[in-house]
């Protein structure tokens, strides 16, 4: 009799704890591709979502390649955050070979084409520019609230559009300020199409060809090529990307008598309590950098 009763109690008490543990479901897990989404799935989702972000920052997003525990989130994951095809290759083909397309979510799918106001195609660095980061953050918020409590989600998201633009009114009060001979640069690769086109700038030659920010050195003939236009158009300002080699860059702003490159950093976000370390700070830290070269070379 005791050990039926003991037998009974313990079963009480299992069931009992397992209740609570079902009371209480595992928040979904939401992958972000890189740092500036991780910032938007945090700031918009708050604490409603378990979160893993997949490229760390100073690392290079383009040409990524997913590892052992990338692989084992991206599984479990309840949504995946991208910014675009085009720039996260990898991850579209990794949902492909997994089944998860359903759960794979883009932001900028630049391959609809139903991007017509871009003369630069398929540029898929559309954070450069707040108008997008406001559709962008406008579609993150849509499909987090079909996993999470909408209301909160729609809350945080009027908050947040509110904090875009007052960035987008302060880079616009700064670049008004540029004559038009100072609005011409030379960028490493081609990420600031959407920046310039926001800001009144032109972007008048990449160093690389391709959108990617990792390729091989271009040729002897693109330097005397490029040489020749920031000589003809008055360039003052070479922008490199932080963390990808400068040389070549520096051996035409020396050729060519100017300072040496402006090092920026649009690719990522630095790592938390350093300046930049939020999609806000990193836009008005390189914005005003960017602003100040554009200004005073
Ligand atoms: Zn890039």
């Not at 949902?95 to 759960?103: F, G, L, Q, V």
């Not at 391959?111 to 195609?121: L, S, Y």
Request: aromatic residues 8%; proline residues 5%.
């Amino acid at each position: 009799m005791r050990r039926l009763l003991r037998f009974i109690l313990c079963s009480v008490l299992l069931s009992s704890a397992a209740f609570a543990a079902a009371a209480e479901p595992a928040k979904p897990l939401v992958v972000s591709s890189f740092t500036i989404i991780a910032d938007w799935v945090q700031v918009i989702g708050g604490k409603q979502f378990e979160q893993v972000n997949l490229v760390p920052s100073h690392s290079e997003t383009h040409g990524y390649q997913l590892n052992a525990r990338n692989a084992r989130d991206l599984r479990r994951a309840s949504l995946i955050v991208g910014m675009s095809p085009t720039l996260e290759p990898w991850l579209e083909a990794w949902a492909k070979a997994n089944d998860r397309t359903p759960r794979l979510l883009w932001l900028f799918d630049d391959r609809k084409g139903d991007h017509p106001g871009h003369a630069h195609g398929s540029d898929p660095h559309a954070w450069t520019d707040p108008a997008e980061v406001k559709k962008m953050t406008r579609t993150l918020a849509t499909r987090l609230g079909t996993i999470g409590s909408a209301g909160l989600i729609e809350t945080s998201y009027n908050q947040y559009v509110k904090e875009v633009e007052r960035v987008d009114e302060e880079l616009r009060r700064l670049f008004a300020t540029l004559p038009a001979n100072r609005r011409n640069l030379v960028t490493q690769h081609a990420n600031l199409g959407h920046f310039a086109e926001s800001y009144g700038l032109r972007i008048a030659r990449t160093i690389l060809a391709s959108s990617s920010a990792e390729s091989a050195d271009p040729s002897a003939r693109h330097f005397s090529e490029l040489l020749a236009l920031i000589r003809h158009e008055g360039i003052r300002v070479i922008v490199t990307d932080a963390g990808q080699s400068d040389i070549f860059a520096r051996r035409l702003a020396e050729d060519a008598g100017l300072p040496p490159p402006l090092s920026l950093s649009f690719e990522y976000l630095e790592p938390a309590g350093r300046p930049g370390d939020s999609w806000t700070g990193m836009m008005l830290l390189n914005g005003r950098r960017l602003h100040e070269a554009l200004s005073t070379r």
